[in-house]
T-cell receptor, first 115, second 112 residues
Framework: EPEVTQTPSHQVTQMGQEVILRCVPI?????FYWYRQILGQKVEFLVS????????KSEIFDDQFSVERPDGSNFTLKIRSTKLEDSAMYFC?????????????FGPGTRLTVT | QKEVEQDPGPLSVPEGAIVSLNCTYS??????FMWYRQYSRKGPELLMY????GNKEDGRFTAQVDKSSKYISLFIRDSQPSDSATYLC????????????FGTGTQLKVEL
C-alpha cells in the first residue's frame, strides 16, 4: 500500500541553525501539506502546496519557513534560524488531484528538537 | 471559542464495548468531517470522513454529523485492545482551501 515517507525520523539541532525536513508523498498525489504538533497540543496546519506553488499558509508559516519540491518525488520544509518553540512533530501529508482531494494521508512525522 | 473542541479523555472501556467519541465545532462553514486515529509518536491515519450531515458506516466504525447542532460523532462497535489510540476529529471548510482543522484528540484505552 502506498504511503507517505519522511526523513529523518528525529532531528536535533541547535537554536539558530537551519533544518530541512524531507517528505516523499504518495506518487500520484499532487496536493502536499505540512502540519506540526507541539507535544501535548493539537495538530496545526502550516502550508499547502499545489502546482509548484503555495496554495495556502497559516499565520505560523512566516518568513522563517519555506517549502520546495526540488524534484518529482521530494517535498521539503526548511526552517531557518530555529527557535526553541519550533520543537515539535512535523507531519507531511498528500492528497489526490481529484474529488478525493480532501482525503489527506499523513507520513510518520519528523520529531524536531531544538536545543 | 475554539473552532473545534474535543474532550481529551482519557477514555477507558472494556473490550467489546461500544465507544462514542465526539467533537463540537463553531464554524458553520465546515463541510467535510474526518476522523483520524493516531498511535503514540506516529502520524495520523485517516479512518473515514463524511460530507455535510448524515451517517457513514465502515466495518465497526460509524461516523455521524449533525450540522444543525455542530456536533460530530464516531462510534466504534466491539472495541478491541488494538483500537487503543488517540482519535482526532478534523474538518475542512472548502471555501478556505483544503486545510484540516483538528480537535485536540481523545485518548482511548480498550482494556482486556
Amino acid at each position: 500500500e502506498p504511503e507517505v515517507t519522511q526523513t529523518p525520523s528525529h532531528q536535533v539541532t541547535q537554536m539558530g541553525q537551519e533544518v530541512i525536513l524531507r517528505c516523499v508523498p504518495i506518487s500520484n498525489h499532487l496536493y502536499f501539506y505540512w502540519y506540526r504538533q507541539i507535544l501535548g497540543q493539537k495538530v496545526e496546519f502550516l502550508v499547502s502546496f499545489y502546482n509548484n506553488e503555495i496554495s495556502e499558509k497559516s499565520e505560523i508559516f512566516d518568513d522563517q519557513f519555506s517549502v520546495e519540491r526540488p524534484d518529482g518525488s521530494n517535498f521539503t520544509l526548511k526552517i531557518r534560524s530555529t527557535k526553541l518553540e519550533d520543537s515539535a512533530m512535523y507531519f507531511c501529508a498528500s492528497s489526490e488531484p481529484s474529488g478525493s482531494s480532501y482525503e489527506q494521508y499523513f507520513g510518520p512525522g519528523t520529531r524536531l528538537t531544538v536545543t | 471559542q475554539k473552532e473545534v473542541e474535543q474532550d481529551p479523555g482519557p477514555l477507558s472501556v472494556p473490550e467489546g464495548a461500544i465507544v462514542s467519541l465526539n467533537c463540537t465545532y463553531s464554524n458553520s462553514a465546515f463541510q467535510y468531517f474526518m476522523w483520524y486515529r493516531q498511535y503514540s509518536r506516529k502520524g495520523p491515519e485517516l479512518l473515514m470522513y463524511t460530507y455535510s450531515s448524515g451517517n457513514k458506516e465502515d466495518g465497526r466504525f460509524t461516523a455521524q454529523v449533525d450540522k444543525s447542532s455542530k456536533y460530530i460523532s464516531l462510534f466504534i462497535r466491539d472495541s478491541q485492545p488494538s483500537d487503543s489510540a488517540t482519535y482526532l476529529c478534523a474538518m475542512i471548510n472548502t471555501g478556505g482551501g483544503n486545510k484540516l482543522t483538528f480537535g485536540t484528540g481523545t485518548q482511548l484505552k480498550v482494556e482486556l
